[in-house]
Nanobody, 126 residues
Framework: QLQLVESGGGLVQPGGSLRLSCAASGFTLDYYAIGWFRQAPGKEREGVSCTSNLGGGTNYVESVKGRFTISRDNAKNTVYLQMNSLKPEDTGVYYC???????????????????WGKGTLVTVSA
């Protein structure tokens, strides 16, 4: 069964950190660009970051630059999103998604993605 499974979400205070994981099963992430997306209550889904599978290209939405870092461990077939200096506006369900192909760069656009995980909830609150 081909699937992506997110983990690592939870409740954290403002200024805190979380590391999200996106583990793939049934297929190899080497052949996919991977994106992280989030959806806050009452808002549309937003692209947060993505990583290409050729050359290590990454991209971030302006609001998380300098605070979030995306990385991949192909040996573990997992992509991570390290989130530091979290703010209440980072609250939402975080999804990872994959698109097949060879990419030197990427932009986290939901319409481009082919496979999605079910999400993990991140709540930033005092």
């Amino acid at each position: 069964q081909l699937q992506l499974v997110e983990s690592g979400g939870g409740l954290v205070q403002p200024g805190g950190s979380l590391r999200l994981s996106c583990a793939a099963s049934g297929f190899t992430l080497d052949y996919y660009a991977i994106g992280w997306f989030r959806q806050a209550p009452g808002k549309e889904r937003e692209g947060v970051s993505c990583t290409s599978n050729l050359g290590g290209g990454t991209n971030y939405v302006e609001s998380v630059k300098g605070r979030f870092t995306i990385s991949r461990d192909n040996a573990k077939n997992t992509v991570y999103l390290q989130m530091n200096s979290l703010k209440p506006e980072d609250t939402g369900v975080y999804y990872c998604a994959a698109k097949h192909g060879t990419y030197r760069s990427c932009v986290p656009q939901a319409d481009d993605m082919e496979r999605w995980g079910k999400g993990t909830l991140v709540t930033v609150s005092a």
